[in-house]
């Protein structure tokens, strides 16, 4: 059985437009797989065979809101990593299909956004792992090879 994981923090990192946040929440609404019917008129169940395409589907994230930053809302898929505190992430090509900034006064800014999958998410394998460093202005991120992979 696997380690149980308490999030102590979760950074968003959009690798072409620089469009990053810090991450309040998030829900991936799963894969989804569909399959085609493939019964004869004799058979007395319905049978099925899985397709060989998968929908990566979509992820909401309640993030932050910086008025300092634009979201990407109108640009192309990008790849986006989502760092966990532990160092460990989870990348993929994606690209914004809704943002909804909110507030009230004397509360935290929010914003919704949801985010269309374009491919495959790939997980760090365990050995490799992207530090952020938090400054006043951005997250860099660094392998642990030393090599930068988000940020200057």
């Keep these: 059985m696997g380690n149980v994981n308490v999030s102590t923090g979760l950074y968003l990192i959009f690798t072409k437009s620089n469009f990053q946040a810090n991450i309040i929440s998030a829900k991936w609404g799963g894969i989804k797989r569909s399959a085609t019917d493939i019964t004869k008129m004799a058979q007395s169940y319905a049978q099925f065979t899985p397709v060989t395409v998968s929908d990566a589907g979509e992820i909401t994230l309640e993030i932050q809101f910086n008025p300092?930053?634009?979201?990407?809302?109108?640009?192309?898929?990008?790849?986006?990593?989502?760092?966990?505190?532990t160092g460990s992430y989870w990348k993929g090509t994606m690209f914004v299909t809704e943002y909804s900034p909110e507030g009230e006064v004397?509360?935290?800014?929010?914003?919704?956004?949801?985010?269309?999958?374009?491919?495959?998410v790939q997980a760090s394998d365990g050995t490799s792992v992207l530090q952020p460093v938090i400054n006043d202005v951005s997250v860099i991120c660094i392998n642990d090879d030393g090599t930068v992979v988000y940020g200057a």
Excluded: H, N, R, W
Aim: zero cysteines; proline letters at 6%.
């Design 106 to 120: 004397e509360q935290m800014l929010k914003s919704t956004m949801k985010l269309k999958l374009t491919g495959e």
């Design 68 to 85: 300092d930053q634009v979201p990407p809302i109108v640009s192309d898929a990008e790849d986006v990593y989502f760092v966990f505190s």
